[in-house]
């Protein structure tokens, strides 16, 4: 492994230089001679393995070759243009966001950032390493035989993700793509929030947030406020995909499971009908009585064209003898469905925990705290929408059984599967780049989305 | 971090000491002291009024705000404490500084767009610029800044302050042309945002701008009577030292500034007299936020020391040779094959 890079560092150092305009060797960045960076990334760290890809380049396994401790993870953003001629074409404005923020952010709860590279066009951040993610532990328990998330677990790493998005958010940080796959998991269970590459400040904005960059937020998580087309970019947008977070580790399964409508050609961003249509399964139709700003909203007309809720969740899988119980809870609260929703997740999911015979601990425990900070954290009205500070204050995580740890593993007789990491393209010098596109599907997640679908 | 001033990397590793950036940038020219003979160069200062010209010439030009030609500024002044001006093309280290501030100030422009900008405004001063070299520079502007690019400016505390001290327009705007200014100085590098505001805003309300001083000219050259008002706000600081009574340092005015020996001079008495002629409520004004000052626990020797940084600034002004400057540059560029 050690063999290529050398060879390439090699190859770096004969290159032929441009003597003709040669005056000072000293000269970088502005002479003839060109920007040359003062760290290599292959003189510095060994790559062990690759692991993923996405819109902006791709992600390594990396270990230090100088005596770093630890293990990193190197992603890498490619450069504009592919081919042999490789320019200089400037750095796209999520890139410099991401440098920029990760620089200054530090926070037990949010990825590290060790450091940037800047060479060869490329831009090489080095994070800490997490063995896990949040995708990949729900993944896991979907495995046969089905079974909950342990609820201490749950409670963990809930307080963890909320501590570190509180911390973003007192520091104006809007990480705007909180999904399972960006939420990190170190093997000593610290929780830590990564993928900051669509974050940004949001005080004072020279534009309103939503114009720069049209979709944001991975479709399964997106506040209703932005499917009803707000331009407005607040807090309150992560909260809600943190409310999802949260029924997804509870049920295993994305909570609101649209489809995405793709933008047509005059590229107007088109009403996300599927997305909102899920959500109002759900959660009823929001009112003007609970969501006072509700008629301001740009595509409020289009709520008229949706499907007022049945007399239950339409997700087939929770028809389930369990939930009779909770007949009388069915429609709570303005025709929403979450409460049944809710008290049917964590019964059926005690109930297939124990025939599998492994006598996990019940997700029951969670009780009706478990319910108000989610409904809570999936209110309609983004003003009543529990913001990062009182969710941490709720009285989930001062009740029932379990202690909050600060290790989401603790008590667990279990270990989770490490990150696969592939052995097929080591060399991030010069690795060939799929220009696979961010649609709102978790496209640069370790685990393939379609396989999701089958257990949903 | 990106909203804590006290967290963030501007404080940790971009505010300096008056030494540290001696220091700093001895050690730049001791690097080659031929090349530094070779092509004299005005002081830094003019150097500075230079480079902040054509910031702003570039910066209106493509229609960009202020806080993105203040961030450019703050990246310009960092990387030329990291790397000697005469290894550079200034021209291409302001636009990309530009390019890439508008990026962080959320008002991109297209690299196509100011490199043709930047090349119709400095067309025999750079031949060689295209996208590719922008590009490229960018990294070196990113490399040396370390990535810190979240610059934390004086306008929010200003905004404030001006609903707190209900400052007439006037005075805003004359206490945001004094924050323009200080771009043309050290001070940025010295010291926190927050004393630059509250330095500037002081100066706005001794200084009463009046109709025939438009305010956010360049250089601050804008005022009739500059001694009188600083003395003026001298006299306030002190007053607010004296309110604050938590400043250990009680240094006298007179002794400070040792760099500016005349500046300190005429400060006591003119700072009395300018403040018995101004009408009460201006005085007033003027108290209420030397009190507020006192009790914020602002580092009022900064405040002091600011003051000074800008009288001496404007000082130094009036001696700035345009031609000069730009020739001197220009000479070096075209020598060193640099505008290729």
Known sequence: MD?????????????????????????????????????????????????SSGTYGRVYKALGRQG???????????????????????????????????????????????????????????????EHDLLQIIHHHTQQP?????????????????????????????????KPANIMVTSSGEVKIGDLGLARLFYKPLHALFSGDKVVVTIWYRAPELLLGSKHYTPAIDMWAIGCIFAELLSLRPIFKGEEAKMDNKKTVPFQRNQMQKIVDIMGLPTKERWPFLSSMPDYSQLSTLQPPLSGPSHGHHHHHHYQNQQRQ????????????????????????TSAGNGAPSLASLGQEGYKLLSGLLEYDPEKRLTAAQALQHPFFSTGPDRISANCFEGLKMEYPHRRVSQDDNDIRTGSLPGTKRSGLPDDSLVRPNKRVKDG | MAANYWESTQRKHWQFTKDQLATMRQKLEDE??????????????????????QINRLGKRLGVRQQAIATAQMYLKRFYTRVEIRRTNPYLVLATAVYLACKMEECPQHIRLVVSEARSLWPADFVGLDTSKLGEC??????????????????????MLQGEFALSPEEVALAWSVVNDTYMTDLPLLYPPHVIA?????????????????????????????????????????????????????????????SQPDGSQPERKAGAGAAAATPDARVGKVQRFAAWLGESGIDIEAMVDSTQELISFYECHEQYNDKLTREQINRYVKARGLDK
């Not at chain 1, 004969?14 to 292959?42: C, L, M, W």
């Not at chain 2, 960018?138 to 505390?157: A, C, G, K």
């Not at chain 2, 305010?215 to 004296?242: E, I, K, V, W």
Request: aromatic share 10%; charged share 15%; glycine share 8%.
């Open chain 2, 138 to 159: 960018e990294f070196f502007l990113i490399s040396e800044m370390n990535s810190q690019l979240i610059v934390h400016q004086p306008y929010r505390t200003l905004t």
């Open chain 1, 68 to 130: 770093q401790t630890g293990e990193f993870a190197i992603k890498k953003f490619k450069p504009d243009k592919e081919g042999e001629q490789v320019t200089y074409t400037g750095i796209s404005q999520s890139a410099v966001r991401e440098m920029a923020l990760c620089s200054e952010l530090s926070h037990p709860n949010v990825i590290k950032l060790i450091e940037i590279i800047l060479e060869d066009k490329c831009i090489f951040m080095v994070f800490e390493y997490a």
């Open chain 2, 32 to 53: 080659d002291p031929q090349l530094v003979h070779m092509f004299p160069l005005q002081q830094l200062r003019h150097l500075n009024i230079y480079f902040n010209q």
């Open chain 1, 146 to 178: 089905r079974h909950p998330i342990p609820p201490s677990t749950i409670k963990s790493i809930m307080f963890q993700l909320l501590n570190g998005c509180q911390y973003l958010h007192t520091n104006w940080v809007l990480h705007r793509d909180l």
């Open chain 1, 3 to 51: 063999k290529f890079p050398r060879t390439v560092s090699q190859l770096r150092r004969e290159a032929p230089v441009n003597h003709n305009n040669f005056i000072y060797p000293a000269d970088r960045g502005t002479g003839p001679i060109g920007y040359q960076s003062k760290v290599r990334v292959i003189d510095k760290y060994k790559v062990v393995g690759f692991i």
């Open chain 2, 198 to 258: 509250c330095t500037a805003v002081l100066l706005a309300v001794v200084l009463r701008p009046s109709g025939n001083n438009p305010a956010g000219g360049q250089g601050g050259t804008n005022t009739t009577n500059p001694q009188a008002g600083f003395a003026a706000a001298a006299a306030a600081l002190s007053q607010a030292r004296a309110a604050g009574n938590t400043t250990p340092l009680g240094t006298p005015l007179s002794s400070q500034g040792s």
């Open chain 1, 330 to 353: 069915q429609t709570g609260v303005g025709g929403s469905h979450l409460e049944k929703w809710y008290y049917n997740t964590i019964n059926q999911a005690t109930g297939s925990a």
